[in-house]
Structure formats: structure tokens, C-alpha cells
């Protein structure tokens, strides 16, 4: 069966009345299917090295790493960097041919606690489009933090309504995190227009049964996976999503931000430069979250 977690609604006059632009319902899967790399060091119980996301299931639906996701084409911390880093639960010396994603992205490992924007956002972009579950942002204690990102094509929803297949999924290391998401819908990656923002709560997410014991956290904590419908961010029919920004106030542990599509031929053209959303005229490209209301765009404060 199908699981959609409510949140914030209330049951009224025979139906479930949720507040606008306040929690989105999260979209939870059946299963999962990962593999690791051949020279891995992982033994039983929690991963210590890479383990890579294949496929993922709701209901008869089947999304596949190698056509059905796409991940990040730029990624940027805005603030907070010194509460963000990377994480990574390689414990070998690469042998499996995957090192940690600050050697992935040709720096030294050394500098994982480093704030430096060159290092620490392209390593970041590593981590999240490598779709090992070892590999992820680390949240570092309270206080604000923001990133922005993009990913690698844009989509359109494939319905009017909120339905069972989503176009956004997100991991997140222990389901014990609560931020805000807002979609990009045109603009350009540094003057972006969003969506209506809504708050994410990771204890609604679908424990996903793999268990990870990165450097840092010193015992085995379980991923998280929530699945969202376009619908969720207010969005107008046949706009076009392009990336993402989150903001917190304690830094969640998120693994990937991945735009699905169970016809990878929907996939459409990421945002390069500027992108014309003239509510006067048709949108051009392709939709990622598809909403019912027409016109609640707005642009970044």
C-alpha cells in the first residue's frame, strides 16, 4: 500500500484540509535497492564504505539510477558554512576505486572542515550526485544555514493533482531533522524565482532499512527517504522546476536531492542563463513540481 504522510491538516466536513505553503506531504516508497563497489570494506550490520542508491519502489512504480534520477549540476552554500561539511564513511584507502568525495572532487582530505567556498562546495556537489548513502551534507550543531542548488535538468509534473509518483526525493541521515524547502522555477541561479517554501519534516520519512556509521557520528544511524509531489509548493500546471534551496536552523545530515522521472524522456533543459516565466505567456521546458494554483510565484527577498 501506498503511504502519504499528513501534516499539518485537519479533518473537516469529510476531508482533510491542509494549510497552504506550511508541511508538505510526504510521498514514501516501498523499497529500495542498492550495491557496492567491487574492493568495498563493508561488513554486516551499519556501512562504513559506499553503498549506491539502484533503484527505488512505489507501489508497481520502479525509478532507476541510471535513467530515472537527476542529480546536481551547481550546488552553493549561502550561509552558515562553518555549521556544514561534508561527511563520508569510507573507512578503506580506496582500493574500491571511490575515495572519499573531497578526493573524488581532487582536494585533500584534510580539509573537511574547511569553509573555503571553492573546496567546500564543489565537494559538496560531489557527495550528493556519487548516490552513496556514506556520502552526505554534515550538519554541525544549531544556528542558521541555507544552499541553493541546481540540478542537471529540469522537469514538469505529469499530473494537475497530487499524486502517488514524486518528483522530488530527498535522503536524510537519522529522520530527526525539520527545514524549509523552496523550489526554483525560473530566474537565474543567483536571482532565482521560487516557489512557495514549505516545511519538511524528516520523521515522516520511510526508514529505508540501510544503516550508515560515518566518521563522525560514532555509532550506525538509519536513512531516511521522503518523496514530493510538485503539487506540494503551490506551483501553477505546466511550470518548470530547476533546482531547489533549503534552509534550517540545525544542519540536517541530507545525502541527495534528486529530481525523478519514471520517463527519463521528460527530463527538459536545466537553467543555464535566464529563464522566461511571463505569467501572460506559455512556460517553455519542462515541469519538475506541478501545482494548482495559478499564479504564487515569488521572487527571492
Known amino acids: 500500500m501506498f503511504l502519504r504522510t499528513l501534516s499539518a491538516c485537519l479533518w473537516m466536513t469529510g476531508s482533510f484540509l491542509c494549510a497552504t505553503g506550511a508541511h508538505a506531504l510526504t ?52 550561509t552558515g558554512r562553518s555549521r556544514l561539511n561534508a561527511e ?42 556519487s548516490l552513496s548513502l556514506t556520502e552526505m551534507i554534515d550538519g554541525e550543531g544549531s544556528g542558521d544555514f541555507s544552499y541553493r542548488m541546481l540540478f542537471s535538468a529540469s522537469l514538469q509534473d505529469d499530473d494537475t493533482g497530487v499524486d502517488d509518483v514524486p518528483e522530488i526525493m530527498l535522503f536524510e541521515r537519522g529522520m530527526n531533522d525539520s527545514f524549509s524547502v523552496k523550489l526554483i522555477i525560473g530566474g537565474t541561479f543567483d536571482s532565482p524565482i521560487f516557489s512557495d517554501t514549505v516545511s519538511v519534516n524528516s520523521r515522516q520519512f520511510w526508514g529505508t532499512g540501510i544503516s550508515v556509521n560515518t566518521t563522525e557520528i560514532g555509532g550506525a544511524q538509519e536513512i531516511g527517504l521522503g518523496g514530493f509531489d510538485l503539487n506540494e509548493f503551490g506551483l501553477a500546471s505546466g511550470e518548470t522546476v530547476y533546482g531547489m534551496e533549503v534552509f534550517g536552523t540545525s544542519g540536517p545530515d541530507m545525502n541527495a536531492f534528486l529530481l525523478s522521472a519514471v520517463d527519463p524522456d521528460r527530463f527538459g533543459a536545466p537553467l543555464v542563463t535566464t529563464v522566461p516565466v511571463p505569467a501572460s505567456l506559455p512556460l517553455m521546458g519542462t515541469v519538475l513540481f506541478g501545482g494548482v494554483w495559478a499564479a504564487r510565484r515569488r521572487r527571492s527577498a
Open 27 to 78: 510521498v514514501n516508497p516501498i523499497g529500495m535497492s542498492v550495491s557496492q563497489p567491487t574492493g568495498g570494506n563493508n561488513g554486516s550490520g551499519a556501512y562504513t564504505d559506499d553503498v549506491y542508491v539502484d533503484t527505488i519502489t512505489l507501489n508497481s512504480t520502479s525509478f532507476s539510477s541510471a535513467a530515472s534520477f537527476a542529480a546536481l549540476s551547481r550546488f552553493e552554500v549561502l
Open 88 to 129: 563520508w564513511g569510507d573507512d578503506d584507502t580506496g582500493s574500491d576505486g571511490d575515495d572519499n568525495p573531497f578526493a573524488k572532487a581532487g582536494f585533500d582530505p584534510a580539509d573537511q572542515e574547511t569553509t573555503d567556498p571553492t573546496i567546500q562546495d564543489a565537494t559538496l556537489l560531489n557527495a550528493f550526485n
